[in-house]
């Protein structure tokens, strides 16, 4: 997993509109990279629609929030459509951006072990530099966590 300050791993994946965005082309604003298990499960939703909630306060900070999990781009469309989401979500079906970024990992439910998305978010500065992530999030309040600390780099 990338430590905080260095080189944010380059990347570039579909939208849910089958567009590629890639990291390089956001240079010179802030990234919020947020991973996440799955659409259309409890948690996942709650960010989403925490995020959701928040993306302006966000975009008024210079902000980009971009979600990744393994899943299609179909099932990303489903998800935003049924949940009316506003935040951009990519697919990494190859799961090579979880990969680069040390989210996907060993994780255990019920005594049975899979490997998985851990859910993490990292917070990546114009430059491309990591300043901040968080790791084996917990969803509640961490969308308003995530933008107290960008607000304290962006005035700093």
Known sequence: MPNVGEKAPEFCLPNQDNEEVCLRDLQGSWVVLYFYPKDNTPGCTTEALDFTAHLEDFRSLGATVLGVSPDSVRKH?????????????????????????????????????YMGVVRSTFLIDPDGIIREKWEKVRVKGHVEEVLQRLKELVQS
């Open 77 to 113: 469309q489903n998800f935003i459509a049924k949940k009316e989401l506003k935040v951009t979500l990519l697919s990494d079906e190859e799961k090579e951006v979880c990969q680069a970024y040390g989210v996907w990992q060993l994780k255990k439910n019920y005594g049975r072990e």
